[in-house]
């Protein structure tokens, strides 16, 4: 069973940075993308920004020019980093990734959603 953990969260300044990064336990026969979701207080699940295995990478439009995603597919790693935090940004970021979990899988293109726990990110003075 592959889980996700993510790390790196916590209080920042306004105008600060934080990195933050996920692991995988576990195994998984192909990732297809990986990306980064948060959640703030009373607000939906929105995603932050993806990548996909060959390298594209996508950001919601409040994020633009401040974050930046990178990863490794083939050893299920990932990471955001965050400049220029604003109060805005605070929320519970959660690390995800979309694949197969097996060859079987695979080729009947069964792909599974997996999720970390989430980190808490706080934007502060």
């Known amino acids: 069973q592959v889980q996700l953990a993510e790390s790196g969260g916590g209080l920042v300044q306004p105008g600060g940075s934080l990195r933050l990064s996920c692991a995988a336990s576990?195994?998984?026969?192909?990732?297809?993308?990986m990306g980064w979701y948060r959640q703030a207080p009373e607000k939906q699940r929105e995603l932050v920004a993806a990548?996909?295995?060959?390298?594209?990478?996508n950001y919601a439009d409040f994020v633009k020019g401040r974050f930046t995603i990178s990863g490794d597919s083939a050893k299920i790693t990932l990471s955001l980093q965050m400049n220029s935090l604003n109060p805005e940004d605070t929320a519970v970021y959660y690390c995800?990734?979309?694949?197969?979990?097996?060859?079987?899988?695979?080729?009947?293109?069964?792909?599974?959603?997996?999720w970390g726990q989430g980190t808490q990110v706080t934007v502060s003075s």
């Open positions: 990548i996909t295995s060959d390298g594209n990478t």
């Open positions: 995800y990734a979309r694949g197969f979990r097996s060859l079987f899988d695979y080729r009947r293109k069964a792909e599974s959603d997996l």
């Open positions: 576990g195994s998984i026969y192909r990732i297809k993308a």
